[in-house]
């Protein structure tokens, strides 16, 4: 029914963001803001004083509005909006679920929800499936997509999934200057092994929460906030940065973990663009972007979102390699560039010719902000890693242990 929830400041910023179903893409939350902010005082919500109801690519985005940050949530044709407005006033306890995330957090404001960020996803996850759904009856994410079952039953391999999961949000200034730099990660444990009674996780040894926890040697990875699921026990984790818990069948999120405006690396994409009218009345777009990621490594399904001046007609390009494209997109008054593939330590370029109607010098300030959107396999913005993966008893005949690193774009965006 609910496909995403997210909650943001009154900026627009993601706070909090939950896709339960990856039904929608990565502009949803830019158009529901965009779509919210062009509301005049005189145009009342459709549905009541204090809610929202408007429709984008089959989705219906319901929002109230608390504390000064938009509570919204997304559902498509096929699901009542009501329910969901519902949920967002009322959830089965009768409370309103931004009062339910008041009395953990003391008070409903930008700051305390972002230092709570772990603690809200937990509620999230609570109010919507259960504790006992949450633990133990999670279908898995599409990254290991079978039946919860057996192993021995279906006939198939013991199999277990450890995944560090990063998101990042970026603002990279148009001097180049990194202006905001968050990630927010999560430790998912995926188990289809069916005599499993301990699994032991092994972290960075220079694993730190806060600075001051900092060890003194080593490369540090260090992170600002940290929560584990409740059935994760800790007696070894301040000694020897080790995870103990007994996986149950299916998918736990074992931590969660969020570090702001320190990233220990370079932000893994720079751009450097050029706006100019030509003598023939077109504007030219030169985008130069390169990837800042180590020669071994390769980002992949990378997009380009440029805002374009209104009255945008027409696009003609020069794109330095065969397997990229592009395209207009007049609806939404942007040139989409998409890169399948994009090794690190390289860049790449593109031309981009506009036929604008009415073409004016203060048109070429409506080019930009860039919004990209990208999947970094094998790749963790913080530097956590997993340093071993051992189970209890060892078990018999064959199994297999996958541990993976993949890191999304949350929210990068390059100003011009």
């Not at 502009?27 to 459709?46: C, N, R, S």
């Not at 000694?239 to 570090?259: A, D, F, K, N």
């Not at 036929?355 to 913080?382: N, Q, R």
Request: charged residues 20%.
């Amino acid at each position: 029914m609910i496909c995403q929830i997210f909650i943001l400041s009154s900026k627009g910023d993601r706070l909090i963001y939950k896709d339960f179903r990856g039904e929608a893409g990565s502009d949803v939350v830019g158009t529901f803001y965009e779509k919210v902010t062009a509301l005049t005082g005189d145009q009342p919500p459709v549905v009541m004083v204090t809610l929202c109801l408007c429709t984008h690519k089959d989705l219906h985005f319901i929002h109230v509005r608390q504390g000064g940050l938009y509570w919204v949530a997304t559902t498509t044709d096929d699901s009542s909006p009501f329910t969901v407005i519902e949920f967002l006033n009322r959830n089965t306890c009768v409370h309103r679920l931004t009062a339910l995330v008041k009395d953990y957090c003391g008070t409903l404001s930008e700051k305390l929800v972002q230092m709570n960020f772990a603690l809200i996803y937990e509620l999230l996850d609570e109010v919507l499936f259960g504790a006992e759904t949450q633990q133990s009856k999670v279908a898995p994410g599409s990254a290991a997509t079978r039946p919860i079952q057996c192993s021995r039953e279906q006939g198939g391999k013991s199999e277990i999934f450890v995944d560090v999961i990063e998101r990042m949000s970026v603002v990279i200034g148009s001097n180049g200057v990194v202006m905001k730099a968050d990630v927010e990660g999560e430790i998912k444990v995926k188990c289809y092994m069916s005599n499993c009674s301990e699994m032991r996780i092994g972290l960075n040894e220079e694993f730190s929460i806060g600075k001051s926890q900092l060890r003194g040697y080593g490369a540090a990875v260090r992170v600002d906030e940290c929560s584990f699921h409740q059935a994760v026990r800790l007696d070894e984790f301040d000694s020897h940065r080790i995870l103990r818990l007994c996986p149950s069948q299916g998918e736990q999120t074992v931590m969660q973990y969020q570090l702001s405006n320190d990233l220990p690396s370079a932000p893994p994409f720079r751009l450097f663009p050029t706006v100019e009218r030509d003598s023939g009345g077109r504007l030219l777009m030169y985008m130069k972007l390169r990837c800042d990621l180590p020669p071994k490594t390769a980002a992949i399904n990378v997009c380009a979102t440029v805002p374009v001046p209104k009255g945008s007609v027409s696009l003609s390009q020069e794109l330095s390699s065969p397997d990229q494209s592009s395209e207009l997109k007049p609806q939404s008054r942007a040139v989409v560039w998409q890169i399948p593939r994009f090794p690190g330590g390289t860049q790449l370029c593109a031309l981009f010719k506009l036929e604008v109607a009415g073409l004016s010098s203060a048109s070429l300030l409506e080019v930009g902000p860039v919004g990209l959107s990208f999947e970094l396999p094998k790749v963790t913005a913080t530097g956590l890693q997993i340093r071993f993966l051992r189970l209890s008893p060892v078990q018999p005949g064959p199994s297999q242990r996958w541990v993976r690193y993949v890191t999304h774009s949350d929210s990068y965006t390059l100003r011009i």
